[in-house]
């Protein structure tokens, strides 16, 4: 099965941005939706983006207009892109399937927004 592995994130000031990828070791991940999850402390685990086989998106009211995500086939990697973000966006992000195929969590990636 899949293994995830995210990358990219960091510590920036409110209005900063940030670039996440995400990997997964098997061809797998190829074909299917994926999805970009975060979980803040004391809050449960919220899918904010996903990405077909082909262009089609799905946002969380939270990020739309702000986050942008894409994805490189041949390169077997998801983007997250992350624009304007905010204190709220303070998590650990994660990438998975949000359909079909059960795959365990990687570690994720902590993106921390503050002054």
């Known amino acids: 099965q899949a293994q995830f592995v995210e990358s990219g994130g960091g510590s920036v000031q409110p209005g900063g941005s940030l670039r996440l990828s995400c990997t997964a070791s098997?061809?797998?991940?190829?074909?299917?939706?994926v999805g970009w999850y975060r979980q803040a402390p004391g809050k449960q685990r919220e899918l904010v983006a996903e990405?077909?086989?082909?262009?089609?998106?799905n946002y969380a009211d939270s990020v739309k207009g702000r986050f942008t995500i894409s994805r490189d086939n041949a390169k077997n990697t998801v983007y997250l892109q992350m624009n304007s973000l905010k204190p709220e966006d303070t998590a650990v992000y994660y990438c998975?399937?949000?359909?079909?195929?059960?795959?365990?969590w990687g570690q994720g990636t902590q993106v921390t927004v503050s002054s």
């Open positions: 990405i077909n086989t082909g262009t089609d998106t």
């Open positions: 098997k061809s797998i991940f190829r074909g299917y939706v």
């Open positions: 998975n399937f949000p359909y079909g195929v059960p795959t365990p």
